[in-house]
């Protein structure tokens, strides 16, 4: 069944999703909204016949609307939402879900009173590669994970009202959530940052997360390297892959390398005497399909709608993240030492 959807923000993100859900075939867009008249009719031209909407009660009083598109400054996401959700309209809304994690709970709780789905647009966990990523850990190639090291760093722009950790880590921690079986549930959430420029804010930082099991996460956010990278190595006790995601040839290679430990003691010192050996077996770039992921980002907010079942990236996914980010902040303000993450207590179950 195709589905009405009003995009709401016109600015730099919100042209993306309205050329996606305006291809989409399971999508009619009806309206784009935004508070700046000239910028929604930018994006749709002058000869369309989507309509320009200013204000968002008209929008969500339309009932050729099932769905809204959110993607406006993040600390309008839960008023714009929450007003969406009490409408009976499904949710799609930008990442972070929210600007802290007790308004996103609320959002959560709302769809799920109402029945709706709110999705997290964790653009990311839609691409080939990182679907890809999540299947081969799925599948059991990479084994048991050990190790995850993400860096996210370039010259970026210094954001007023938040640090480094709020603007880039939710591409990483959304994607550890995605590919992780059970998501991103990290043991304890360590932030070191600076701002050595005194801007104000953290503008370049390290987020250490001790997983269950043994394993440890990190990643590196930066806006003050000249250089661009986009890289994450998880190592398993299997494979290891590196995605590099600024090297197109080649954005995934799996390596059959790595250290196996030869020992069947439980004993520490008989441990630390176990024989260590090196695997050093062939490198292997697997192809990768070209889509675009914003398209099936779209496909399966309409498909979670359909089939009345909770979007891959809900807004339990959104909450993850914020929490991991809340905690960076207790974290931060305790000069980096390990804190717990505080999880939320929500039930599972709903579409949200
Ligand atoms: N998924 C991604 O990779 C990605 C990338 C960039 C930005 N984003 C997210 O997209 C969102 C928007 O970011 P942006 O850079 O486009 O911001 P922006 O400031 O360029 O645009 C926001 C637009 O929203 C409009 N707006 C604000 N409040 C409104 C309201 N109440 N009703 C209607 N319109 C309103 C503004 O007029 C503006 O045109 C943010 O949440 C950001 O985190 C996501």
Same mark, same amino acid.
């Given at each position: ?51 320009? /909407? ?252 359909? /089939? ?14 914020? /929490? ?29």
């Amino acid at each position: 069944m195709t589905l009405g959807i009003g995009v709401v923000g016109a600015g730099y993100w919100g042209p993306n999703l309205v050329r996606n859900f305006r291809s989409s075939p399971d999508w009619d867009l009806v309206a784009v909204c935004d508070l700046d008249e000239a910028k929604a009719r930018r994006v749709i031209g002058d000869r369309s016949t989507i309509e320009v /909407e200013t204000s968002l009660e008209r929008l969500l009083a339309r009932d050729d609307i099932d769905a809204v598109a959110i993607a406006t400054p993040a600390q309008t996401h839960s008023p714009i939402a929450l007003a969406a959700l009490q409408a009976g309209k499904h949710v799609l809304v930008e990442k972070p879900l929210a600007d802290s994690h007790p308004v996103g709970a609320q959002m959560v709780q709302v769809a799920d009173q109402h029945d709706l789905v709110l999705m997290t647009d964790h653009t990311f966990c839609y691409t080939p590669v990182v679907q890809r990523i999540g299947e081969l850990i799925a599948d059991g190639v990479l084994g048991e994970i050990l190790f995850i090291d993400s860096v996210r760093i370039n010259l970026g722009l210094i954001q007023p009202d938040v640090n480094v950790f709020w603007d880039l880590a939710p591409h990483d921690l959304s994607i550890l959530d995605y590919v992780l079986p059970g998501g991103l549930r990290p043991v304890s959430v360590g932030a070191q940052g600076a701002d050595p420029l005194g801007a104000g804010n953290v503008c370049v930082g390290y987020l250490t997360m001790p997983l269950p099991g043994g394993a440890i996460a990190h990643v590196h956010v930066n806006w003050l390297s000249p250089t661009k990278i986009r890289q994450m190595v998880i190592g398993g006790s299997r494979q290891t892959l590196v995605w590099d995601d600024l090297n197109p040839q080649q954005r995934l290679s799996l390596y059959d390398r790595g250290v196996d430990l030869h020992s069947v003691s439980a004993d520490a010192t008989e441990r630390a005497r176990a024989q260590v050996s090196y695997r050093l077996g062939d490198m292997h770039a697997p192809t990768l399909p070209e889509r675009e992921a914003l398209a099936i980002m779209a496909g399966e907010f309409a498909a979670a709608i359909n /089939e009345k079942r909770a979007p891959r990236t809900d807004g339990r996914a959104g909450l993850r993240v914020l /929490e991991v980010l809340e905690a960076a902040d207790r974290s931060l303000a305790e000069g980096g030492a390990l804190v717990p993450v505080e999880s939320t207590v929500l039930t599972t179950g709903g579409a949200s």
